[in-house]
């Protein structure tokens, strides 16, 4: 069950996105890439940026912060996946610079190819 606090919390996350999260917001945003994505989604005790629920993708932008994070970042991304989740990770340099690039990246993981 998500508290109160960590729902306000996603929803004070989503009033002020960063400069990259608002900038892949719009390529995912409103099934651009044929799959519904939400943002600032709690799960578990984490709240994840982008969150594909039906291709159990999460998106995760790093800025700054995440160089001296690292350990926990890797911790959270293996609890995530042991919950079902593929998990990506970006910087938010990458986001602005590279945008073509991630999404594209994105999609692959939406869609991927039968071997």
């Known amino acids: 069950m998500i508290s109160a606090e960590t729902r306000q919390y996603?929803?004070?996350l989503r009033k002020n996105s960063t400069d990259a999260e608002?900038?892949?917001?719009?390529?995912?945003?409103a099934n651009r890439l044929g799959f519904k994505f939400k943002r600032q989604v709690p799960i578990k005790r984490f709240i994840v940026d982008f969150l594909c629920n039906e291709k159990r993708l999460i998106v995760e932008l790093d800025g700054g912060q995440?160089?001296?994070n690292q350990?926990?970042?890797a911790q959270r991304t293996i609890e995530l996946n042991r919950?079902?989740?593929?998990?990506?990770?970006?910087?938010?340099?990458d986001v602005l610079r590279e945008t073509a690039v991630v999404v594209e990246i994105i999609r692959k993981a939406l869609s991927p190819t039968l071997s």
């Open 10 to 12: 996603s929803r004070d």
């Open 22 to 29: 608002r900038r892949l917001w719009y390529f995912l945003r």
């Open 66 to 68: 995440h160089q001296t």
């Open 71 to 73: 350990v926990y970042d």
């Open 83 to 93: 919950c079902g989740f593929q998990v990506l990770r970006f910087w938010n340099t």
